[in-house]
């Protein structure tokens, strides 16, 4: 990995670990939602390292391949290895996948585990795919406009370009957060924000359904 992801995933973890202390000093409990993925996992590696309250921190994620907890593809089992690691261990991770041999059978007992986190979420931590998917929000998805305007939490997805079901938060349930940031590395990534920044259709390139709002944006080559 490039210096200068290393340096940018440090930087990131900085601003997290800063808005989730400021946050903990107005409430009793705060909310992490992260991605998966590659790209977070120095920043996972970084965050870990911080001196915070994590007893007192929710962590879950944006979004999850509907595999089992251990299976490779998992974004659980990424976090448990990167990010509950040393003081961070003491948070409080909600996986998003149960038992069900579906999605669709699981999603509302993972809506109801969900409830109970600390919203509104003090950080919402998105990627972003090469076809400007973010979250589990794909433009082939067949239940993206659903995704894009219900008001339920949590959605299960069938997306033809990819091999696994999914479960992902709603775009509405992911704006209910004091603070968004957007982690990509490489040229491309970096060309289609661009793309997306010049245009309004958000079926065409999901991620512009949160440029609307403020958006930190954390990349590098």
Known sequence: MSEARKH???QLAE???EALCSDLKQRERVLLVVSGGSTPVPFF??????????ERIDITLADERWVDAQSD?????????HLLQGPASAAHFLPLTTS???PEQGVAEVSAQAARLAWPASVVILGMGGDGHTASLFPDSLELDLALTTEEPLVAVRTPSQPQ???????????????HFLHISGDD?????????????????PIRAFLASPLAIYWAP
């Open 100 to 102: 069900a041999d579906t």
């Open 45 to 54: 590696q970084a965050l870990a390292a911080k001196p915070l309250a994590w």
């Open 73 to 81: 593809d998992s974004n659980a089992r990424l976090v448990r290895q």
């Open 189 to 205: 990534k970096r060309n289609v924000l661009a793309q997306a920044m010049q245009g309004d259709d958000v079926r065409q390139l």
């Open 15 to 17: 601003a997290v670990a």
């Open 8 to 10: 940018l995933a440090t």
């Open 165 to 179: 079901p999914r479960i992902t938060f709603s775009a509405g349930q992911l704006h209910q957060a004091q603070r």
